[in-house]
T-cell receptor, first 113, second 117 residues
Framework: DAKTTQPNSMESNEEEPVHLPCNHS???????IHWYRQLPSQGPEYVIH???SNVNNRMASLAIAEDRKSSTLILHRATLRDAAVYYC??????????????FGKGTLLTVNP | GAVVSQHPSWVICKSGTSVKIECRSL??????MFWYRQFPKQSLMLMAT?????????EQGVEKDKFLINHASLTLSTLTVTSAHPEDSSFYIC?????????????FGPGTRLTVT
């Protein structure tokens, strides 16, 4: 799987927007960009995914650069419950990898009250 | 919807014994289930991929005779840690990919914390 690079940690204040960056300069045409998050002592939770166009859902927005070499997960109003490790993962859509996900180190988001 | 459960949520066992962890998809059928291991302050590491009715595919470096995986039905996969040792103490997490629809999401269980004494 292609590799992603994320900052080790970020800090935000409650009620403010958070922009979590991810670099994936070696992304291939068939790679989807997925974001998962993991709260302490829990399994990961799906957040959002996209291919080329920006995506919105009830949890977050995903902004994908035109060249697809980077993306940004946007939490519009951070809450204390958003404090977690956020993982940016490239998933090969060709199916040959059986849809497995390779987790990197992720970004630890701290939300201050 | 799309809930995955794991049982037990935590277990303590003595060195040399075997421990079985169950992973169930509660409201959907899962073609594929994945098993991960996570050590403290580290990321998830994929151990193996299991497809219903067939043998699991293990990642490089994972001993298939030590970590036995059975995916007997579309809603249940089990991981058995045989002859457990203290270095096997870890957080074990499963995930499931729905058999129908979706295809891009994996739903994760809450994890099982194994402590080997």
């Amino acid at each position: 799987d292609a590799k992603t690079t994320q900052p080790n940690s970020m800090e935000s204040n409650e009620e403010e927007p958070v922009h979590l960056p991810c670099n994936h300069s070696t992304i291939s045409g068939t790679d989807y960009i997925h974001w998962y998050r993991q709260l302490p002592s829990q399994g990961p939770e799906y957040v959002i995914h996209g291919l080329t166009s920006n995506v919105n859902n009830r949890m977050a927005s995903l902004a994908i650069a035109e060249d697809r070499k980077s993306s940004t997960l946007i939490l519009h109003r951070a809450t204390l419950r958003d404090a977690a490790v956020y993982y940016c993962i490239l998933r090969d859509s060709s199916g040959g990898s059986n849809y497995k996900l390779t987790f990197g180190k992720g970004t630890l988001l701290t939300v201050n009250p | 919807g799309a809930v995955v459960s794991q049982h037990p949520s935590w277990v303590i066992c003595k060195s040399g014994t075997s421990v079985k962890i169950e992973c169930r998809s509660l409201d959907f059928q899962a073609t594929t289930m994945f098993w991960y291991r996570q050590f403290p302050k580290q990321s998830l590491m994929l151990m193996a991929t299991s497809n219903e009715g067939s043998k699991a595919t293990y990642e490089q470096g994972v001993e298939k005779d030590k970590f036995l995986i059975n995916h007997a039905s579309l809603t249940l996969s089990t991981l058995t840690v045989t002859s457990a040792h203290p270095e096997d103490s870890s957080f074990y997490i499963c995930s499931a990919r729905p058999a129908l629809g979706g295809g891009y999401e994996q739903y994760f269980g809450p994890g099982t914390r194994l402590t080997v004494t």
